[in-house]
Nanobody
Framework: QLQLVESGGGLVQPGGSLRLSCAASGFTSGYYAIGWFRQAPGKVREGVSCISTNGGSTHYVDSVKGRFTISRDNDKNTVYLQMNSLKPEDTAVYYC?????????????????WGQGTQVTVSS
């Protein structure tokens, strides 16, 4: 059974850093593009970043470019999202999702499998 589990969320002060992890089980993640999405209260789910199957292609939403970095370790079936210079507007539940495709996208509807999410709160 395909399963994605996010971890690494928490409370951090503005300007701080967190690293989120998305651990995949029940499938070989190397065949799947992975995306990170977030949803703040009262807002629609937003694509944050995604990475192709071999890490050769990545995409970021404009608001996180230069601050967030996505990477993957297919030997560990894990995708990471390094988040630096965090801002209060980054506060949200962060989800990872998988799609069986080389190419990735920031469109949530393209993804078929989702994790349960991890809360990120940026506040002083």
């Amino acid at each position: 059974q395909l399963q994605l589990v996010e971890s690494g969320g928490g409370l951090v002060q503005p300007g701080g850093s967190l690293r989120l992890s998305c651990a995949a089980s029940g499938f070989t993640s190397g065949y799947y593009a992975i995306g990170w999405f977030r949803q703040a209260p009262g807002k629609v789910r937003e694509g944050v970043s995604c990475i192709s199957t071999n890490g050769g292609s990545t995409h970021y939403v404009d608001s996180v470019k230069g601050r967030f970095t996505i990477s993957r370790d297919n030997d560990k079936n894990t995708v990471y999202l390094q988040m630096n210079s965090l801002k209060p507007e980054d506060t949200a539940v962060y989800y990872c999702a998988a799609v069986k495709s080389y190419w990735c996208t920031l469109i949530a509807g393209s993804f078929r499998s989702w994790g349960q999410g991890t809360q990120v709160t940026v506040s002083s």
